[in-house]
């Protein structure tokens, strides 16, 4: 780029701002992009693959692809960590179920533990303080069920055919 210059186009036909080589059909370097809209309808962007094909967003840190949001093959969304190489949320479209640790949510939320881990928390509610947090009900991925208050009566709690029942206040 020369001094004045602002914008390139190639011989490829993609366009440069702010880059004299651009890699991409619309290459910007060096700023932020803004999508503006001063009237009623809003600002929209669109993202269009053609059918059966992945459409996303990648995030990168130094040209490093860390993140995507994508459209899948299966028509999923789903937010995927580029660098564990795995997906960390699914939405189904036909079902609106919502998976984390999985590509296929079978249930309106469901949570699995990644390939390998044991002994992991895969549901937990907690209660934090400027020094401390306790967590007050968690879910293991064993099926292991904890809390560290009952309160109220008739808690009954099942796993293998064992019943527990808690009719204390």
């Keep these: ?82 660098v564990a190489n795995a997906a960390r949320l699914t939405i189904k479209t036909s079902s609106g179920n919502i998976g984390i640790g999985t590509t296929s949510p079978f249930a309106k939320l469901a949570i699995h533990a990644m390939n390998g881990e044991t002994n992991t928390r895969l549901f937990e509610i907690a209660s934090s303080t400027a020094s401390a947090t306790t967590t007050l009900f968690s879910i293991d991925n064993m099926g292991a069920a904890s809390t560290t208050k009952l309160y109220g009566a008739g808690l009954t709690v099942c796993q293998s055919g064992n019943v527990l029942t808690y009719g204390g206040t």
């Design 1 to 82: 780029l020369g001094t004045n210059d602002r914008f390139v186009i190639d011989g490829n036909g993609y366009v440069g701002i702010g880059t004299a080589s651009p890699v991409r059909s619309l290459d910007v370097t060096g700023g932020d992009i803004g999508i503006f809209n001063s009237g009623a309808s809003g600002a929209h962007m669109y993202i269009n693959s053609a059918a059966g094909n992945v459409a996303s967003v990648l995030f990168q840190d130094n040209s490093t692809n860390e993140w995507e949001f994508n459209k899948d093959t299966s028509n999923y969304f789903v937010i995927q960590d580029l």
